[in-house]
Antibody, heavy 119, light 112 residues
Framework: QVQLVESGGGVVQPGRSLRLSCAAS????????MHWVRQAPDKGLEWVAY????????DYAESVKGRFTISRDTSKNSLYLQMNSLRTEDTAVYHC????????????WGQGTTVTVSS | DIVMTQSPLSLPVIPGESASISCRSS???????????LDWYLQKPGQLPQLLIY???NRASGVPDRISGSGSGTDFTLRISRVEAEDVGVYYC?????????FGGGTKLEIK
C-alpha cells in the first residue's frame, strides 16, 4: 500500500529551524518526483518545494528559497525538508506529495505535519 | 509565476443538479508536447486533498464519470453532474506546467 507519513513538526520561535521527514512506503522515491505542499490555517494550498525522481532537479517557491532545503535518503526511502530562519508566515500543515511520471497529478498525499512559528 | 484565478468563491448547489467551477491561468498551460497541464483537486472537510483530474480532462483513479474537466490554453472548467452530498468541499485548480506550481484560491461547494 502506497503511503506517506510526515513527522518533525512542532512549535518554534521565529528564526529557528526544523527538519521535516516524510517516510514513503509501497513505492521507491527513486521512481517518483516528490513535493512539499503546505496549507496555512484556513487558507488554500501552496506549493513549497520539489525533488525529481533522479535527484537532478530541485526547486523552491520564492517565499522559501534560500531558507528551505529539500533532500532525500534513498536508503531510508525518505524525503526531508530542512527549514531554517523560520518566519511566522511559515506556519502551516506541511504535506509531502507523490508525483507520478509524466505529470499525471499529485496522486498520494501524506496526512501532514503541523509547523507553528510563534514567539 | 503563473497566476490561477478561480470562480466562484462559493457554490451552493441543490442535490441532483449540476455545478461548474471556472479556473483561469495568467498564461497558456499548453506544453510543446501538446498536453495542457491543469489539474483539479478536492479537499473534503477534514480530509486531505485528493486528485480529481489531471492534464485538463483525465480522471484520476476512482473518480466517477459525473465529474469532468475541460478547457484549453488559459480557461478551464470542472463540471460536476448530479451533485451529491459527498461532493462537498473545496475545489482547487493547479497548473503543473512549470515551477513554481500554483493553485487557484479554491471554490467551496456546499449543498443548498
Amino acid at each position: 500500500q502506497v503511503q506517506l507519513v510526515e513527522s518533525g513538526g512542532g512549535v518554534v520561535q521565529p528564526g529557528r529551524s526544523l527538519r521535516l521527514s516524510c517516510a514513503a512506503s509501497g513505492f521507491a522515491l527513486t521512481s517518483y518526483g516528490m513535493h512539499w505542499v503546505r496549507q496555512a490555517p484556513d487558507k488554500g494550498l501552496e506549493w513549497v518545494a520539489y525533488f525529481s525522481y533522479d535527484g537532478r532537479n530541485k526547486d523552491y517557491a520564492e517565499s522559501v528559497k534560500g531558507r528551505f532545503t529539500i533532500s532525500r535518503d534513498t536508503s531510508k526511502n525518505s524525503l526531508y525538508l530542512q527549514m531554517n530562519s523560520l518566519r511566522t508566515e511559515d506556519t502551516a500543515v506541511y504535506h509531502c506529495v507523490k508525483d507520478p511520471p509524466a505529470r499525471h497529478g499529485m496522486d498520494v498525499w501524506g496526512q501532514g505535519t503541523t509547523v507553528t512559528v510563534s514567539s | 509565476d503563473i497566476v490561477m484565478t478561480q470562480s466562484p468563491l462559493s457554490l451552493p448547489v441543490i442535490p441532483g443538479e449540476s455545478a461548474s467551477i471556472s479556473c483561469r491561468s495568467s498564461q497558456s498551460l499548453l506544453h510543446g508536447n501538446g498536453n495542457i497541464y491543469l489539474d483539479w483537486y478536492l479537499q473534503k472537510p477534514g480530509q486531505l486533498p485528493q486528485l480529481l483530474i489531471y492534464m485538463t480532462f483525465n480522471r484520476a483513479s476512482g473518480v466517477p464519470d459525473r465529474i469532468s474537466g475541460s478547457g484549453s490554453g488559459t480557461d478551464f472548467t470542472l463540471r460536476i453532474s448530479r451533485v451529491e452530498a459527498e461532493d462537498v468541499g473545496v475545489y482547487y485548480c493547479m497548473q503543473a506546467l512549470q515551477t513554481p506550481l500554483t493553485f487557484g484560491g479554491g471554490t467551496k461547494l456546499e449543498i443548498k
